[in-house]
């Protein structure tokens, strides 16, 4: 073999190795080929049901009073189907909204996983028996649940289900077979129950809600009663919110025992699907990727317009935003210094500069928008809005340390950590100061309590009123806590979550100020899971940490001192305090919506007195939408995807 | 080897369990971008978990379940009887087999493509810089490449974000698999496809040039001052058929035998280039895995690991002993 | 042996001199250098802290040398004591050696030991005024650094571009040399903390290295020099801890760490980053081994740590010393990237991986942070990495001419 042959051998190989390559491409490009013409054809079909869908939509507008329950003093409106008010009269239907999202659960079952992305899809799939009105949230209107009776004690709650109801036809993951649609009936209800007091299904978060309730019995094929063990403030809003749980799915096999029908629940394929009875259907899920839903046909209620929901897994936020701006997708959320820095330019309107004028804005912009008077130039719209869940931010002081047992400390930290300065550096002011453990809307905030004002001298002051003074020079305060006769240096250690950017910069902030009034703080960055464990053990000092606030809360779980003790518990600081049980307790007993109110008004003083955490502020939500979409309002709860259309000319 | 294989894993697993935090509770609280919010009422629920996946009994048992299959789970096999396990955080429930297999396809096209360039790159500037050794050719390659072996991949990897989203905004810059528009041809899907995979590839493949073209330039050098070389020589053979023929092929087995070293990296994938690009591969499996504490998942991708280091070492051992006869086997 | 001591020395010169040949070698010596010696000169060319303050009442003090002398400001004070203990005592041996060459080792005994005094007796003070403020308020007088701030201060707006790539913006009159690279995310100045993060990036190279090296010769040594059946478990431990992913090794240690200090990762990086230099030295040792003197001297009864230490090591010194330039590089590397994924050093302290991290979440809006920080890493490592280069261009015998 001489020379030249060895090198065009070479060069062959590698040509046909890489057209090799590039024919795989094709292959795996041509494959994407085929399934996108089934779409299509699938996306036609569409269009012609969308016709009859619009006719539908209208019947049912002018039916709603008719169609009432027996008793109309109990559904507070004459709604048949809820939030129907909001539909606009000229919508089409059809169309794809693409959104990201940062991460996927790789599980659907939301009663053993409780991240975010699977309540979503679930939301989307599964319908609960009422909501609550979008603009009127103390209204709940009936989506499910056909009507409902509450018997004067408020411990019975009967409710008659929709007739015609049906869950989504799939095929099963485990046996491959197709199975048709099923009607939702009073015994997916029972099952849901049944699950949930399996004590070997690890459901607890969802259990612990449930606590109260004493059974779930079926009446008839339609009908069934939750009874309630005694009186709680909650139990309208969660007896209202529950969902069926598909016992054909979960439950195929009827010899499973007990143990082995908890151990499918926790590994079975079932998991990597989902069946439920709402507006949408899992399409195509690609792990890691994306996750299609579908408009389901055969649905009892009023069809959302939209005819495809499908999210984009893109953690980074700037690498969605390029892709908002290239069309790839549809929706985002924004962070506070993308809202301000990096959609600024002429694409970009803002159609809701201000939280407080936000509903209004959105309707007028809404009108704009349909009598075609928008700017042309622009392709993103803009919301700031508040929603029903705020997620709020705080200090968390642990009450077993010595340090923290003091009142006068707890306040003075407060008073040193400068969070209009946090505010206006971190979040750009997308948000507001907050003074208790309630946000947003919350009628439980007491209005006339304000945060403590960022005043390093009444906090030195404050702290030398308790002791700690500089006695040794060193410019760091000291006390001794522990008694042993020598003072002690006023140091100790915060545990920030590793990931979390506004954690460390919150961090940064306080203790560059605690520094210059002489108390040394150490930042503890730790990996999440490690972080839960120091919280469940309390083996910590303070820490960053946020919750999210719900529209009736219910602070037996965070507050009251007989979860201060456990391990594990969401009270990780060992909040105790007499007067504060003693409220949460009447609070949750009293169904009288405004003894609650006051009740817990005097909570949210007490602990803006005590300072167990130092309260940080709430966030809002800040969206980026593409403007092809119609009737995108902002209501007292946040914005509605169920609501709004694309116009086909935009499709 | 195996002995060596079941230390480690037995030396990974114990370390795992010792560490603090575990996946039950990474699993029960998710954490988010902005300071965690943790969802109320999470409890004794991690009991259930933990008998469920065996974490309750001692690391040694769980190892022992790992091994050979945990009771509790049905259909479980355990690791001797090639069954991976089932991941309890990264994707509850899922077979570790399937999500290896999920996430295998980007990492080695990538890993591989990007070692092909590695190759066609450096061993032709190697061979050229040790032929023309303290040419100007050989000085400022050898600069340039020991420039580029010391530029962290990650930042240029950031850097060429930044730059491309400002003055190239239709160049993709994640996800190797694009959704491709219906109506394009042939060459168009190439095309499309093969933009995705630039920026990875140049981020993956630019530092090893460096050792692979040093590498070739010594062996060339210590082949052309052998014996026969200079007998070639002096037989009066042009320079180029001495090259070509005799030296080259000699010093092409050493780099034969270096790429066994390679295999470990095709499968692991770079973490940070998969979690800048964003690209769903195995780098970012095994991150995740590690982050939220998915023991089974974790084992196998760290046993894999270990697999094929060994294999790798093993194979060079091999080579060297095939091509080098001095090298026994047997000693 | 006195024989030997002096070919040694003159193989070393050899060396020197091959290497003051390559210019690109010295160019990163240089480079590495200048390194150096701004890590070292750091607080004097930034901070907050007036050399000397008279305030309105004529009182004078020295707030700069307290800080200087006794840290408080910063998380890592060994760090900081030992790079201030250079900076006095590196130009106390310049001068030693070159100005009286005589009683250099006397003297140079008497000025480290004097210069230990006040980093022992003076006692760290918190000292939180904010002095620029004051002068430009009229209540005192002081001498400042260049820059008048530090690199833990939050002088300015957070996420500032470089004050030369901005159209317009208010400048603090009482600062100098105002945020010439912009400012991080909670307002404090890139190019301070740049400085004073050479000092803990070029530490964890060195220390991070010289603990794998340490470890690395020791078990090396060990394993070359006895044999048999040690030889055996330690190659199979050092095979096993190759084998192991370097990356579940390092998160799983981190994981551990209760405090995120930087002496703790660099002993993350020091503990995973030994094997190579073991299976050199033991290589190395092996062959050595067979050599005559080898054999010779342990016919002489000469005890075998002796031996190791005093014949062996010193002739396998070379490939080592390669070894270390490159690992400085290694470790540097690897200190920004376990940063850049947040899990390096705690703030306040500043590194480069640490800013990089900080602009990782938008680098589209925020470039300077990721820029001028990944400048820093790579020359630093470039410099590293040419030195080593040049040192085994000039260390092979075989390339020799």
Known sequence: MNNHSGCLLVILILILALNSFGLYLYIDSNSRYTVAIAQNTEKINYLADSLDNLAETIDNLELSPIAAAPNPAINNRFVRYANSEFRPQNAQSGGTLTQAVSSFSGNMNSLVRSESTTSTINSACNDSLAVRNLMHPEVFEPVLAEYWEI??????YTIKLKEGATWHPYTDPVTKERVEAKEVTADDFVFFWETINNQEVPCDPIRTYFKLVDTIEKVDRYTFRVVWQEPYALAKPMTLSLTPLPKHYYRPDATWSDSEFAAQMITSKRNQFLIGCGPYYLDKWVKGQSLTLKRYEGYYGLKPYITEVKYLVMPEPNIQLVELKKGGIDLMGLTPEQWVKETESEEFITVTPDIQTAIADSVAWNKLKEEGKTPKDYQIEKYQYEAAALPWFFIAYNQNNPIFADKNVRTALTMLTDRKRIMHDIRYDFGKLIAGPFVGASPYI??????????????????????????????ILDKDIDGDGKNEPFEYSLLIPNTGTTARQIGAITQSDLKKAGIQLDLMPIEWSAFVDKLDNKSFAACILGWTGTLDPDPYQVWHSSQADKK????????????????????????????????????YRLLHEEQPYTFLFNAVNLRAQNKRFFNNRVYTLGMDDNLIWIPQAME | MLPTLILITLLSYMMMRFAPGDPIKSNMLSSSDTPAQIQEGESEAAKQFRKHFGLDKPWYVGYWYWLTGNPNIPGSKGIIRGDFGISITVNLGTPVAELIKERLPPTIKLNLISIVIMYLVAIPIGIYSAIFKDSIFDRTSSIIFFMLYSLPSFWIA???????????PWWPTSNLDPSIPLTESYWNVLLITARHYVLPIICLAYGSFTFLSRFTRSTMLEVIKQDYIRTARAKGLSNKKVIFKHALRNSVIPLITTSSSLLPALIVGSVFIEFIFRIPGMGMLSFEAISSRDYPLLMTTAGITAALTLLGILISDITYGVVDPRISLDK | MHNKSAKSRSYWQNVWIQFRQKKVAMLSLYTALFLFIIALYAPFIASRLPFVWTDNSGVTTYPFFREFFAPMDSKEKLIEYLFNYLALAVPLLLICFFLCRRYARYLLIFGLVLLLIPFIALQSRNQPQDFSRLEAAGVGSGIFAPINYGPYQQEFQPKLPPNWAQSAQKIDKTRKGYNLLGTDEVGRDVLVRMIYGARVSLSVGFFSVGIATILGVVIGAIAGYFGGWVDIVISRIIEVVICFPTFFLTLTIIAFLEQRSILNIMLVIGLTGW????????????KEKQLDYVTGAIALGVRSHRIIFTHILPN???????????????????????????????????TWG????????????????????????FIAMTAYNLIGEGMRDAMDPRLKK
């Open chain 1, 446 to 475: 007491d209005p006339n309590v304000t945060p403590l004002p960022f005043d390093p001298e009444g906090a030195i002051a404050l702290l030398k009123e308790s002791g700690w003074e500089d006695t040794d020079g060193d410019g």
């Open chain 3, 354 to 377: 640490e800013l990089l991290n900080e602009g990782r979440d938008s680098p589209l809006s925020n470039w300077w942070l990721t820029l001028f920080p990944g400048i820093a890493i």
């Open chain 3, 275 to 286: 094997t190579g230099t073991a299976r050199l030295i033991r290589g190395e040792i092996l």
């Open chain 1, 568 to 603: 594990q518990s969401s009270n990780f600081i060992s909040f105790k305090n007499p007067e504060a049980d003693r409220l949460i307790e009447e609070a949750r007993r009293s169904i009288d919506s405004k003894k609650r109110k006051e009740l817990l008004q005097a909570f």
């Open chain 2, 158 to 168: 950031l850097l060429a974000i930044i730059v491309i989203s400002k003055y190239l």
């Open chain 1, 151 to 156: 018997s004067d004690d408020g411990l019975i």
């Open chain 3, 316 to 350: 396998a010194l070379s490939p080592v010393l390669i070894g270390i330039s490159f690992g400085i590089a290694g470790a540097i590397l690897s200190e920004s990237g376990l940063s850049f994924l947040g899990l390096g050093v705690a703030t306040p302290t500043a």
